[in-house]
C-alpha cells in the first residue's frame, strides 16, 4: 500500500479552514478526516435543535425559532473559539456561519426574515471569518442517496428533508457560492469523490488547498 503524505500546519498558508455544503454531502465526515491529518482541532456544529421537529411538521412559528436557536448555537460556538488561541494550531470548522442566512432565506417570510435579519446584523461582526472555505457540491439525487444509505440514528427525532426541500436548498447554496466574495473559496465536485473515505482523495484535495490562492477556484477531481 502506498504512503500518503501528511501535511502539517508548517505547509498550509490557511489557520483556519471551514467546511461547507448543503445537508448529506459529507462535510462533517471530511472537516474529521482533514483534522486527523493535519493534527488540527475540528469544530463540529452541534445540529440538536429542540423546534427542527415542529419545522418539519409545519407548526406556525416553528421556522423562526428553529433559525434563530441555530444561529445563537452557531455565534456561541464560533464566538468561543476565537476566546481560545484560534490559531495556535491548524482549525477545522464543518459549517460556515455565512451560510445560517441560506436557510433563513429558504425557510422565512417576509416578517420572519427582517426579524432574523436584524439579529444576524447584530451577532455576525463577533464571528472570525475562516481563512478558506471549501464547498462540497453533488447533485441532489446524490444527496438524497448518501442520505438514504447513513445508519439509522436512534437519537434522531426530527425526519430527514425530503426530496423537494433538499433540491431547493441545494439550489440555494450553489446561488449563495456562486456570488461568495468573503474568503478563498475551493468548490469540490463530489458526486464521484470520497475524501471522507479515501485516503489518495484526501491526498490530492489536500494538495489543492496546499496550493490555493486568492479568489475562488474548482476542482474536479479525477475518478478511476
Known sequence: MPKTGRY??????????????????????????????????VVLE???????GDFYA???????????????????????????????????CDYLFDKDRIYAYLNLDDNELFIYQRLYDLLAPDVPPPDL?????????????RLRSRPADPEQTAPQPDADYLREL???????FFHYTATPLLVVETSQFSPAADDQA??????????????TQYYVPRTK
Open 170 to 176: 441545494n439550489e440555494a447554496y450553489q446561488h449563495f
Open 8 to 41: 502539517t500546519a508548517r505547509v498550509l498558508d490557511f489557520r483556519y479552514l471551514a467546511i461547507e455544503g448543503p445537508i448529506g454531502v459529507g462535510k462533517s465526515a471530511l472537516a474529521e478526516r482533514l483534522a486527523t491529518r493535519l493534527d488540527a482541532t
Open 58 to 92: 409545519d407548526r406556525p412559528g416553528a421556522a423562526l425559532q428553529s433559525q434563530l436557536f441555530y444561529l445563537l448555537n452557531r455565534h456561541r460556538q464560533l464566538t468561543a473559539l476565537q476566546q481560545t488561541d484560534l490559531f495556535s494550531q491548524v482549525t477545522i
Open 46 to 52: 452541534d445540529t440538536e435543535n429542540p423546534f427542527l
Open 133 to 145: 472555505v471549501v464547498y462540497l457540491q453533488a447533485p441532489t439525487d446524490v444527496l438524497l442517496r
Open 202 to 215: 484526501l491526498d490530492d484535495l489536500l494538495r489543492q488547498i496546499r496550493h490555493m490562492g486568492p479568489g
